[in-house]
């Protein structure tokens, strides 16, 4: 399956379990008077908008070079990501927030079901975050490692509603608040993963030269070409889930430019036909 395929059918598979869980959570969170899972299911509800965002991004990602970008349009992906990380701030402010309303206001205990509710989101959410995350390591995109950590995200305020709920229905009366305590907790946690998500996708921004690992990869393949003696400078950037590269490569000094030129074409066509995920190759020619 292509790439750009597999990439959309795992924002959608995001998309439309989160479209699911969010009205399971605003039911539950209703009905069995947890702030924990109605936080919860706010979370759920940026979520569905981010993904879509992220889907409608990667299609775009997914043009190929034109005259105005001859890199290709991948670097949208890490401004998509920064978009993502925004809708988590956004989505922990206001849980927060009416968080500390609640604490300041008497309500309800939890209903004790709510307890298997989060047991089976947790569950799913942390099958979800595995998927995605193995997919975003496969075809390298930082959209989907953000669309990854939004499970892994939404697992923990589920856990820590969970708790919450537990310990409310342990103590009783007068304990309705460690519900609305969780909700904070996870809060946390969210703005935690926030830095997580954001970090990588700022060095991708930043044409950030730390492929230490591809570049090995690189710099052993260019020495399969015949007439390649060594390699020197290698550069690499990420534009969405394309490396592009730039190899400096020692030849015997005496050939003609022509041949030359040939060997460079050669470790060229090599190199991208033997790593798929590169896209842009520039070869400079160094006399050995």
């Given at each position: 399956?292509?790439?750009?395929?597999?990439?959309?059918?795992?924002?959608?598979?995001?998309?439309?379990?989160?479209?699911?869980?969010?009205?399971?959570?605003?039911?539950?969170?209703?009905?069995?008077?947890?702030?924990?899972?109605?936080?919860d299911?706010?979370?759920?509800?940026?979520?569905?908008?981010?993904?879509?965002?992220?889907?409608?991004?990667?299609?775009?990602?997914?043009?190929?070079?034109?005259?105005?970008?001859?890199?290709?349009?991948g670097?949208?992906?890490?401004?998509?990501?920064?978009?993502?990380?925004?809708?988590?701030?956004?989505?922990?402010?206001?849980?927060?927030?009416?968080?500390?309303?609640?604490?300041?206001?008497?309500?309800?205990?939890?209903?004790?079901w709510?307890?298997?509710?989060?047991?089976?989101?947790?569950?799913?959410?942390?099958?979800?975050?595995?998927v995605?995350?193995?997919?975003?390591?496969?075809?390298?995109?930082?959209?989907l490692?953000?669309?990854?950590?939004?499970?892994?995200?939404?697992?923990?305020?589920?856990?820590?509603?969970?708790i919450?709920?537990s310990?409310a229905?342990?103590?009783?009366?007068?304990?309705?608040?460690?519900?609305?305590?969780?909700?904070?907790?996870?809060?946390?946690?969210?703005?935690y993963?926030?830095?997580?998500?954001?970090?990588?996708?700022?060095?991708?921004?930043?044409?950030?030269?730390n492929?230490?690992?591809?570049?090995?990869?690189?710099?052993?393949?260019?020495?399969?070409?015949?007439g390649?003696?060594?390699?020197?400078?290698?550069?690499?950037?990420?534009?969405?889930?394309?490396?592009?590269?730039?190899?400096?490569?020692?030849?015997?000094?005496?050939?003609s430019?022509?041949?030359?030129?040939?060997?460079?074409?050669?470790?060229?066509?090599?190199?991208?036909?033997?790593?798929?995920?590169?896209?842009?190759?520039?070869?400079?020619?160094?006399?050995?």
């Amino acid at each position: 399956m292509p790439n750009s395929k597999l990439a959309f059918r795992t924002v959608i598979f995001s998309l439309l379990g989160n479209v699911f869980l969010a009205i399971i959570k605003f039911l539950a969170g209703i009905f069995g008077h947890s702030y924990a899972l109605i936080a919860d299911a706010i979370e759920s509800t940026v979520d569905v908008f981010s993904s879509l965002l992220v889907l409608l991004g990667m299609r775009y990602a997914n043009r190929p070079a034109d005259e105005n970008h001859p890199y290709g349009h991948g670097k949208i992906e890490p401004l998509l990501t920064f978009m993502v990380v925004g809708f988590l701030i956004f989505s922990a402010v206001t849980i927060a927030r009416q968080a500390i309303e609640n604490i300041q206001t008497p309500h309800e205990l939890p209903k004790t079901w709510t307890l298997f509710v989060l047991a089976g989101i947790i569950i799913w959410k942390e099958i979800s975050y595995q998927v995605v995350l193995k997919r975003s390591k496969t075809l390298g995109s930082s959209a989907l490692k953000a669309e990854a950590w939004h499970h892994r995200s939404d697992a923990i305020t589920s856990v820590a509603a969970f708790i919450g709920i537990s310990i409310a229905l342990y103590g009783g009366p007068g304990f309705e608040v460690a519900d609305d305590y969780a909700a904070l907790l996870a809060c946390g946690f969210i703005l935690y993963n926030c830095y997580g998500i954001f970090r990588p996708a700022l060095g991708e921004m930043m044409d950030e030269n730390n492929h230490e690992e591809l570049e090995g990869e690189i710099r052993k393949v260019a020495l399969t070409v015949s007439g390649v003696q060594d390699t020197e400078k290698c550069f690499i950037r990420k534009a969405g889930m394309k490396y592009h590269v730039d190899l400096h490569a020692h030849v015997d000094g005496n050939l003609s430019v022509r041949e030359g030129h040939n060997i460079a074409h050669q470790l060229k066509d090599t190199l991208r036909k033997e790593i798929p995920q590169l896209g842009h190759v520039l070869i400079h020619i160094e006399p050995s």
